[in-house]
């Protein structure tokens, strides 16, 4: 076989070594390699530890923060909700409010509707349809009519929602604390489902 060659500026033919041959092709390999794993690294699905959307909602005074959750449809959430108050905080989100003295909720529950594994301390779950008759409220002669579901949190307790957003959880939800003062005070939000 005859010598390899390569052709310079000049258009002069100079003999290549073999060893130039072999180590160039190597880096050209290992360079387009790089390339390919780079590309497949960000088009591949990220590790489970990574692919979890954690979103922190504080409550406190007549704060809801950040008063706007962002959540995409089809991605795991783990909703994180937490009293940074002195006082004890209730929080529910969805759709149509309800808003008057002996009904309060809304008529689309988005807990209903995301079916979340619940845990955390220092918080309970209260379901559809329920009345505070044992609560402080209800001792005080307050009786409202929860419509919705609600988690209520103690100061300094959290919980942790935690679910994949269905498709039909597409648009905007209202959140808010529905204990007396609280919502008409400003301690509401949305979550907006994209």
Known sequence: MGEKTSVRGGGDRVPIAAGQISGRTRATRLALAVLVL????????????SSVHRVTLAM???VLQPATLYLKAGERVELVIQN???VEYEWSAGRGLIDIPYEKGFRTDLLAVL?????GQGYDLEQLMTTNLDTEEGVEGETVNRVSQEVDV??????????TVPQDAKGMWRMGCFLPGQYESGMYGAILIE
Do not use: C, I, M, N
């Not at 079916?115 to 845990?119: G, L, N």
């Not at 103690?154 to 679910?163: A, I, S």
């Open 115 to 119: 079916k979340p594994q619940v845990s």
């Open 154 to 163: 103690e100061p300094g307790g959290q919980v942790v929602l935690d679910f």
């Open 38 to 49: 780079g590309l497949l690294a960000t088009g591949a699905p990220a590790s489970a530890a």
């Open 60 to 62: 406190r005074g007549f």
């Open 84 to 86: 940074r108050g002195a």
